[in-house]
């Protein structure tokens, strides 16, 4: 798991995350949800060290990433795999060697066996016809998968993923929603997803950070928004009538099953 613990980050006079703390859960989909300007980004960014906490720490398994020597920080970073907003694959680099990259820089053993776990990889994500073409050839959405391709090629403990259905048309962008879900729960893989995708945040959300203003508004699942009373985050979640009106359809259905009256009697 990772955890933060009050971290702090500004920029100048401009506090942009005043002691956030919250908790990534392992095998399950951690999503940063929030309006632009939230502060979700900056957020991501302490948690895989691209910008330095102020004060507060970040914990992988326990271990103080932010108080770690740089040496001891590339270890975890082999661990973690990255799902860029533009999938950033190289365009002078076919498919099969845009997912090799990492096992390139990082990895070992002989191209043989390079070659064997890309195409593992690529058949995992269904992609394994595409092989030889370069990302001109493609899709956006094969793009995207090719992008998870070469982040798990390396078999990651954690998955991070920016605006992973960013510029997809709303049926491939359930089917990503669907292959990193399937992935994180195959592999027990720590993932953690910085969205703006509301059918992400209903279909994928095991466990979710809301950011309002650089604090943590609210945590939960996508079960608990349903009946959550937080007005800032039913604003945000449910910001049209016809999404109000959904939600309270989703209410009622929800309503009748047994366990969700008893959770709500607890509560």
Not at 17 to 44: H, R, Y
Not at 123 to 150: C, H, N, T, W, Y
Request: proline share 2%; aromatic share 8%.
């Amino acid at each position: 798991m990772i955890e933060l613990v009050n971290i702090k980050k500004g920029f100048g006079d401009k506090v942009i995350l005043p002691e956030v703390s919250a908790l990534m859960e392992t095998g399950k989909v951690n999503l940063i949800i929030g309006a632009s300007g939230s502060g979700k980004t900056v957020m991501m960014k302490c948690m895989v060290g691209l910008m330095e906490v102020d004060s507060g720490k970040v914990l992988y398994e326990g271990k103080d990433f932010t108080g770690m020597e740089e040496k001891n920080r590339k270890e975890i970073r082999r661990e973690i795999g990255m799902l860029f907003q533009g999938s950033a694959l190289f365009d002078s680099m076919t498919v099969e060697q845009n997912v090799m990259f990492p096992l390139n820089m990082f990895g070992s053993g002989s191209l043989r066996d390079k070659k064997k776990r890309v195409m593992e990889c690529l058949e995992r994500v269904q992609l394994k016809d595409a092989a030889k073409k370069f990302p001109a050839e493609i899709s956006g959405g094969m793009k995207k998968r090719v992008g998870i391709a070469r982040a798990i090629v390396l078999n990651p403990k954690y998955l991070f993923c920016d605006e992973p259905n960013s510029g997809l048309d709303p049926q491939t962008s359930l089917l990503i929603d669907k292959l990193i879900k399937d992935i994180t729960k195959e592999f027990n893989i720590t993932t953690v997803i910085n969205t703006h995708d509301m059918n992400t945040v209903m279909e994928s959300g095991d466990h979710i950070v809301y950011m309002y203003q650089g604090r943590k508004q609210w945590e939960g699942s996508n079960k608990d928004i349903i009946f959550s009373k937080d007005e800032k985050l039913n604003d945000f979640i449910f910001a049209s009538d016809f999404l109000r009106e959904a939600k309270e359809i989703r209410q009622m259905e929800m309503f009748q099953q047994k366990d969700w009256r008893d959770k709500l009697k607890k509560d």
